[in-house]
């Protein structure tokens, strides 16, 4: 864990040979457009996750709306969200699964993330990513086949003003020779989480990441993923996926043969069984969706609590 030993989301969340649970947000099902979201259900429900003890709630980042990409995303930026669910909770950790670095200015990127980290008390995770969605680009005037090269570029970026004060920083967006990004993060960096490749190596990642976001797939291929990247690091770093889960109420219902996309529907004891063979193939986190089924989401999160989290809990220190 070397550096991160003391920030207070990453040790709640990640701990080598264990795996914990997460909420991705919304904190609701998909209704087929746009997310409602509203606050004050959505607080209800951060304080009922915090209080069974999960560890972690993320959110994606959704730069524009895309009725056609067919996932709406979410409604609010993510760094202005986080900074409200900051206000109403104390210790869960809270992540972006994925802020699109390559759609946004690395000087604001250090700044909003290091503010965010101090506001919470070292909660922030910051995941970032190239981003999926084609019509953002050119609304950007990004190039596409650049994605790569900036997501290095605004990592660069934000390690170094991060560590460095009044630091002199000349990149292809940046020319940075006064001046300094303000607040300075506690540790002097914050966690960030890779997603997929990002137009990255396993090994570059493995060398300049802080763990790393995968998705969701079949067990063998996510082993040998897992295996990859433990081969590629030389300490430990996280593997972290997602899972959407619609959970019957039946606690002994078998997996639905009709799939769901990432994910499953089952009962509880299922779900524990699987999460159990996630963690032996090497998985740390796993951020759960709630986005399928009909059940009240309320209900949903007391049943995980209740049964499934005792079995994966979050770190205590």
Do not use: C
Not at 103 to 115: E, I, M, N, V
Not at 152 to 169: F, G
């Amino acid at each position: 864990m070397g550096k991160f030993q003391s920030h207070n989301g990453f040790t709640r969340t990640f701990k080598e040979n264990k795996l914990t649970l997460g909420f991705m947000f919304p904190l609701e099902p998909d209704a087929g457009s746009l997310p409602k979201m509203d606050l004050k259900e959505q607080m209800t429900l951060v304080n009922k996750v915090e209080d069974l003890g999960f560890a972690s709630l993320f959110v994606r980042d959704s730069p524009l709306f895309d009725p056609k990409f067919g996932d709406t995303g979410v409604i609010y930026d993510p760094f202005i969200f986080l900074a409200y669910v900051t206000a109403h909770t104390n210790k869960l950790a809270l992540g972006t699964a994925s802020v699109v670095t390559p759609l946004r200015h690395p000087l604001h990127l250090a700044k909003s993330a290091a503010s965010l980290d101090e506001m919470s008390n070292q909660r922030f995770l910051f995941g970032a990513a190239t981003g999926d969605r084609p019509i953002e680009f050119p609304a950007f005037k990004v190039e596409h086949n650049d994605r790569a090269e900036l997501f290095r570029e605004s990592l660069t970026v934000m390690k170094k003003v991060w560590e460095e004060s009044y630091p002199q920083v000349h990149t292809e967006r940046v020319a940075m020779t006064e001046g300094d990004i303000i607040p300075k993060p506690v540790l002097a960096d914050i966690p960030v989480l890779a997603t997929g490749y990002s137009g990255q190596t396993t090994e570059w990642l493995a060398e300049h990441m802080d763990g790393w976001m995968f998705y969701a797939q079949e067990a063998n291929r996510q082993r040998e993923m897992i295996k990859l990247w433990r081969q590629a690091t030389d300490e430990f770093k996280p593997f972290i996926q997602p899972l959407v889960i619609d959970l019957s109420e039946n606690p002994l219902a078998a997996p639905n043969p009709v799939p769901i996309k990432v994910g499953f529907r089952s009962g509880h004891k299922f779900l524990i069984d699987y999460l159990y063979a996630l963690q032996n193939i090497g998985v740390n986190h796993v951020i759960l969706g709630l986005k399928t089924g009909n059940r009240p989401v309320e209900d949903v999160i007391q049943e995980i609590g209740e049964y499934v989290l005792p079995h994966f809990p979050s770190i205590e220190k």
